[in-house]
């Protein structure tokens, strides 16, 4: 067999369909947004009717999923690090109930936050959530993991969570596949009480899953992919996670490595083989992508001892990606830097597209707003957040998918005005829909403004599952149809545009305005894909 | 034999194609590689680089590190300028000199150019200007990377074939196009080194 070329994402998304999944549930979002492209794309499962739609969000994702488990199928979920906070409810509970069929979650953390609001590190959802967590260091591992994590679920009786980051995700190198195995065949879970987190029942669940921690313990300890290598130069004993491994190694590419180290990419931390490293060397040095998680629980386990360096006393800088020049200054190889950057090169932020609708439709609210100051508007994750940056500077907030219309009710409430809330057709699908839900219960006096350019942008222009039906969805939450007002975002129809603004700033209760015009890139996208089909 | 290239451009330049075609040719001759990329955001006109490291033996690190790269190629100056970082004291620094101006503060040209004649090892090519000529004015990118196979241990046949499977999906004509920007890219480059 020759290696093929897989992103990380793909090598994933390759191996899960070679498991046999019968589904995919996922949300976009960048890192991850790869992984359900790439099933969504592939013959292999199409031929096997492996369902693969976008899901409204993460939630609903990882309960469909959870359900494809139940019925004895295995099912893959995917979301990016901030994603897994809209499916916490689920997620944390699916480590109580259990699975039936393998579930594998994989989640793409963003450290040096590439895309994304925070630099979360998934890794402590996985030890809170009491699961076993694989972190893969290369495109081959991936490949490996993903394939035998839905293996792991099953005996496990657990979902399994596959972490992965921004640079694991999107590099691409050559993968070695493996045999393809046929889907499982339905079958209910063997307890009829396993799914029922009632209290009586969820005590039991409860009580199973910490039994299991201490199978979960040893596997780690007896994985493959955690282990000891020793070297000869002891004052120095280096734990490496995950993509740490790899930089690691890079620092000493050319030479023999000197210290004892071990590599973990299977959680729980696996203690006794950190244990015999500990008792080699004078001190420890930790190398892992994310927070402090190893490091952490290195001071719990020996925090009397010897002294344990990383992110937390400073010897790795603890924001932003790991890189080899952060891991070789941590053991003290300096690398020359010949060149630095001139003077005269300007930073390049992303932009607006030009001809964008979204430029349309706020340069009209900018001016309908422009007698009341700034500060009025709340925005949401999405191209048109954009609109922080110069030339706009209009947006003040952009927090979490939802919550432009959530905070600016809140502001409402306090007496704000006018409160306008800017957000996209997906993300309205995704969390928009029960603020709006809040506002016109209350009859908030605040103006919902859905930028709908059809598209998904920002991850690369898939379908929002409120396509085609927002003004349905508004009617059907209480919206009056008088204050529902759509028009075309084109520079012509500006001063219409001022003016259905004003009106309805003006209006005392829930409006909303749709600008509705297609996104440039999601056409250019949507005929290159009509092109190869 | 280890070559670590930084591409450089701006989002929506084709680094991700170029990206793609190396990959592919590299993994013909059989080569180790990792090639990253720049994703969301940042594609939005936003700068993007993406690291490709090959090598007969085995790669670690998914970054290279700061002075340690052998090749620079950029598709714009200024982003050319900005890796600057990632280069070794010896290396080699290729780029399109005309500059993607979606910025209201772009530097100078003169200004560019002057940071550009400063380093020991720079190859400056106007792809735009070529790829106008040859009729196909979106194919600068695979100019470039032509002028990249002359710096690399990767064989023409790979690259054809990178180019072939890269372009498959949009026609006969539009790879062959690509063959011939590649070939026209790798001649300016033997020519000028
Ligand atoms: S990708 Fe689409 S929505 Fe985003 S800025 Fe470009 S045209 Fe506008």
């Known amino acids: 067999m020759k290696p093929e070329l897989f992103l990380g994402n793909e090598a994933v998304a390759q191996a899960a369909i070679d498991a046999g999944i019968s589904g995919v549930y996922a949300y976009p979002g960048t890192p991850s947004t790869e992984i359900t492209e790439y099933i969504q794309q592939s013959k292999q499962a199409l031929d096997r009717q492996v369902r693969c739609n976008w899901s409204a969000n993460e939630k609903t994702a990882y309960e469909a999923a959870l359900g494809m488990s139940y019925a004895g199928k295995r099912a893959l979920v995917c979301m990016k690090q901030v994603g897994l906070n809209v499916a916490a409810d689920v997620f944390i509970n699916s480590a109580i109930t259990g699975v039936n069929g393998g579930l594998v979650l994989a989640v793409a953390d963003d450290p040096g936050m590439h895309s994304s609001q925070n630099e979360q590190d998934s890794r402590f959802y996985g030890k809170f959530a009491m699961i076993p967590v694989l972190e893969p260091s290369n495109q081959q591992e991936s490949y490996n993991m993903a394939y035998e994590a839905f293996q792991l679920s099953e005996q496990s009786q657990l979902p399994v969570m596959l972490r992965l980051t921004t640079r694991l995700s999107h590099t691409r190198s050559g993968v070695l596949r493996r045999e393809v195995l046929q889907p499982k065949s339905l079958k209910l879970p063997q307890s009829s009480k396993q799914f029922l987190l009632l209290p009586i029942f969820a005590r039991k669940n409860y009580r199973h899953l910490l039994e299991k921690q201490d199978l979960l313990q040893e596997w780690a300890e007896q994985s493959k992919y955690n282990f000891f290598r020793d070297g000869a130069d002891k004052s120095l004993g280096v734990v490496c996670c995950g993509l740490g491994w790899n930089y690691f190694q890079e620092v000493f590419a050319d030479s023999e490595i000197p210290y004892p180290r071990v590599k973990i990419s299977q959680y729980p931390v696996p203690v006794s083989i950190i244990r015999k490293l500990e008792e080699l060397c004078d001190e420890l040095l930790v190398v892992e992508e994310g927070y402090p998680l190893v490091e952490e629980q290195l001071h719990d386990f020996f925090g009397k001892g010897k002294p344990v360096h990383g992110k937390l006393d400073g010897t790795i800088d603890r924001q932003g990606e790991l890189t080899t020049d952060k891991v070789g200054r941590a053991l003290a190889v300096i690398y020359d830097e010949p060149f630095s950057v001139p003077e005269c090169v300007v930073p390049r932020p992303p932009s607006f597209c030009m001809g964008c609708g979204h430029v349309d439709a706020f340069k009209a609210l900018d001016e309908a707003i422009a007698s009341y100051g700034a500060g009025h508007i709340f925005s949401d994750i999405g191209c048109y957040a954009l609109a922080a940056l110069p030339p706009f500077e209009s947006i003040y907030t952009c927090v979490d998918m939802g919550a432009s219309i959530t905070m600016a009710k809140g502001a409402a409430d306090a007496g704000f005005f006018p409160a306008i809330a800017v957000l996209g057709d997906s993300t309205f699908a995704h969390s928009g829909i029960t603020g709006l839900l809040d506002a016109v219960n209350e009859k908030t006096n605040m103006l919902i403004v859905i930028s709908d350019n059809q598209s998904v942008s920002m991850t690369g222009g898939q379908d929002s599952a409120a396509k085609d039906i927002i003004e349905t969805i508004c009617v059907g939450l209480g919206v009056d149809t008088r204050h529902i007002r759509v028009f075309v975002p084109l520079k012509k129809n500006h001063e219409e545009m001022v003016q259905i603004f004003k009106e309805e700033i003006e209006f005392e209760g829930v409006s909303v305005v749709i600008p509705r015009r297609e996104c440039l890139q999601k056409a250019m996208w949507r005929m290159k894909r009509n092109k190869t089909k | ?193």
């Open chain 2, 1 to 193: 034999m280890k070559t670590d290239v930084i591409l450089a451009g701006v989002g929506g330049q084709g680094i991700l194609s170029m990206g793609a075609i190396i990959g592919l040719a590299a993994l013909e001759e059989g080569l180790h590689l990792k090639q990253s990329e720049t994703h969301g955001m940042s594609q939005r006109g936003g700068a993007v680089v993406s690291h490709v490291r090959l090598s007969d033996r085995s790669v670690y690190a998914d970054l290279i590190h700061h002075g340690q790269a052998d090749l620079i190629l950029a598709v714009e100056p200024m982003e050319a300028l900005r890796q600057l970082p990632f280069l070794k004291k010896d290396g080699y620094l290729i780029t399109n000199t005309d500059p993607f101006t979606n910025l209201p503060n772009y530097p100078e040209i003169g200004k560019i150019q002057e940071a550009l004649d400063q380093l020991p090892k720079v190859l400056k090519i106007d792809a735009t200007d070529l790829a106008r000529d040859i009729g196909h004015a979106k194919s600068s990118n695979i100019i470039m990377l032509g002028a990249l196979s002359a710096f690399v241990h990767i064989s023409v046949q790979s690259f054809e074939k990178g180019i072939e499977t890269v372009f498959a999906g949009k026609g006969e004509d539009v790879v062959e196009f690509n063959k011939q920007a590649f070939h026209l890219g790798r001649k300016v480059a033997l020519t000028t080194v």
